[in-house]
């Protein structure tokens, strides 16, 4: 009922906002009502990548389609409606539950489904009917009329943009959530991504236990790690990937040399340091996660690395001032801060959505 096309379209941007990273979108089609009387339908078909359960999914689409105006009934049989949204195959595989039946129990019977269904997904397999979507579009029964409209849903994700800032570093202190928000990013916008390989470096458990002793041969260590990895990985663009992300920036290097060296140490890594800056690439957009040090604590907690779980919470609130400091030391940079003490980016995807629009906001 009403305007088709845009109730598809705002279905489509809630779940993108709710459920996942729309990966794919069909045509749509204009198909014939089926088992009642009606306006001719639009039907579309997306395929979405989520970390909710399926029965999760169900419940946030149930409530997209109430706040997008779906009125059900009680009476049996079809009706118009605003919006229906449905889920036909699952990562889960076979679902039969009161709530939820999956795959979908009729799809091979009406193509206004199998339709869009071929444009994204041709060669999935039917879990119970063990023939792909293509056979089954190919053999079934349903002789409907199925017609393309020349108007096409648009992507959500396409309003973002990242691809503009080539190199997007996020940057952050020990625990808040730097490394995960950078391979979100990555795997949803087709990004190359860099991460930091401190889990590799053999001085990083010795400086946790004795700070003093083992704080210059480790940030030594680290720095001339980043350097060459951004001098491999950045300075070389993927011809496959739209832009690069990473999760650090070697300006870290410094930011941390200024909280644990000793003066006489700081003064030789500062020669050091600004030999390699120069002749490094700059992000086009650097952004700092800042959390809480309480919050901080308790995510390297539940991360559960031996070596960490002895910081002190006087040091990050160090490098927290560090990297403040930092910051506004560099006014030519474009920085964007994004406090995330209250957000649960990795289980929440309202909040991963919440940082995306203040990054190009």
């Not at 444009?119 to 063990?130: G, N, Q, R, S, T």
């Not at 040091?315 to 560099?330: A, E, V």
Request: contains cysteine; aromatic residues 12%.
């Amino acid at each position: 009922m009403g305007n088709r096309l845009d109730f598809l379209q705002k279905a489509v941007q809630e779940i993108y906002k709710t459920v996942g990273d729309v990966v794919s979108i069909s045509k749509v089609y204009q198909t014939p009502a089926w088992g009642f009387n009606s306006d001719d339908f639009y039907n579309a078909c997306i395929a979405v990548k989520t970390f909710y359960s399926t029965s999760e999914v169900l419940d946030i689409l149930l409530g997209i389609e109430t706040s997008l105006g779906r009125n059900r009934t009680d009476s049996e049989g079809y009706d118009a409606r605003t919006i229906d949204l449905d889920v036909i195959f699952s990562s889960e595989g076979i679902i039969d539950s009161e709530k939820l039946k999956v795959p979908h129990p009729s799809i091979q019977d009406r193509k206004f489904v199998l339709k869009p269904l071929a444009d994204i997904a041709a060669e999935v397999e039917h879990p119970k009917l063990k023939q792909t979507v293509l056979e089954l579009l190919e053999k079934t029964t349903d002789t409907s009329e199925i017609t393309p409209i020349k108007e096409v849903i648009l992507n959500p994700k396409d309003q973002y943009h990242l691809s503009r800032f080539q190199y997007l570093t996020i940057e952050g202190n020990i625990g808040a959530g730097k490394t995960s928000l950078a391979q979100l990013i990555a795997g949803e916008f087709n990004a190359k991504l860099v991460l930091e390989r401190f889990a590799d470096n053999p001085f990083l458990p010795k400086f946790y236990e004795d700070m003093e002793r083992y704080a210059f041969p480790l940030e030594m260590s680290f720095l001339a790690d980043r350097y060459q990895r951004l001098q491999d990985d950045i300075a070389q663009f993927d011809l496959f990937t739209d832009f690069v992300v990473s999760d650090y920036d070697v300006f870290k290097s410094l930011i941390f040399a200024k909280v644990t060296l000793q003066e006489e140490e700081l003064v030789l890594y500062k020669k050091v340091f600004d030999l390699m800056y120069k002749n490094l690439p700059k992000p086009g957009m650097y952004i700092y996660l800042y959390q809480n040090t309480e919050r901080l604590l308790e995510n390297i907690k539940k991360r559960g690395r031996d070596y960490e779980q002895k910081i002190p919470p006087e040091y990050l609130d160090k490098i927290n001032r560090g990297y403040l400091q930092f910051i506004k030391s560099q006014p030519e940079f474009n920085v964007k801060i994004v406090d995330v003490s209250d957000r649960d980016f990795i289980s929440n995807r309202s909040d991963y959505i919440s940082i995306l629009e203040e990054i190009i906001s």
